[in-house]
Structures are given as structure tokens and as C-alpha cells.
């Protein structure tokens, strides 16, 4: 598990070369939680993605950090 410089936000998963890359958590300070793929620190893959401050959710692909396509409200 790895924290942010102030020690608020942290992320627990897979690394290639100091960088996040494949399966993995990152929990932001704000409370929202990202888990799935990623490629050199980049969400891009299949994810899901909780704006827990806009009461969102979208789980589906990512491609360079872009949803692909709607949020899912709840």
C-alpha cells in the first residue's frame, strides 16, 4: 500500500517500474474509490469508478483515463 506525500490518499495494487499497472485500489482524499486497471498511473481498462461527493457510480472502460461511456446514478 502506498500514500499520497501528505498520507490522505493511498493505493493498494499492482506496480511495473514505480507505476501503477494492472488490478488496484486508490482510495482519494476527497472518499472516492477507484478499482480496476490501470496502464503507467492511468485508469484505462475495466474499472469502476465512486464519486461518493456526487453520489455516482460508473463501472465499465476506461481509455486514457476517460470513462467510454455514461455514468450509472444511484
Not at 4 to 13: C, N, P, Q, R, W
Not at 23 to 28: F, S, T
Request: overall charge negative; aromatic content about 18%; cysteine-free.
Amino acid at each position: 500500500m502506498i500514500y499520497d506525500a501528505e498520507g490522505l490518499s493511498y493505493y493498494e495494487g499492482d506496480w511495473i517500474n514505480n507505476k501503477k499497472f494492472g488490478w488496484g485500489i486508490n482510495h482519494y482524499v476527497s472518499g472516492n474509490i477507484y478499482e480496476g486497471m490501470w496502464v503507467n498511473d492511468i485508469r484505462h481498462g475495466e474499472g469502476t469508478m465512486r464519486w461518493f461527493d456526487k453520489n455516482q457510480i460508473y463501472a465499465g472502460q476506461w481509455e486514457n483515463g476517460i470513462q467510454v461511456s455514461l455514468i450509472i446514478t444511484y
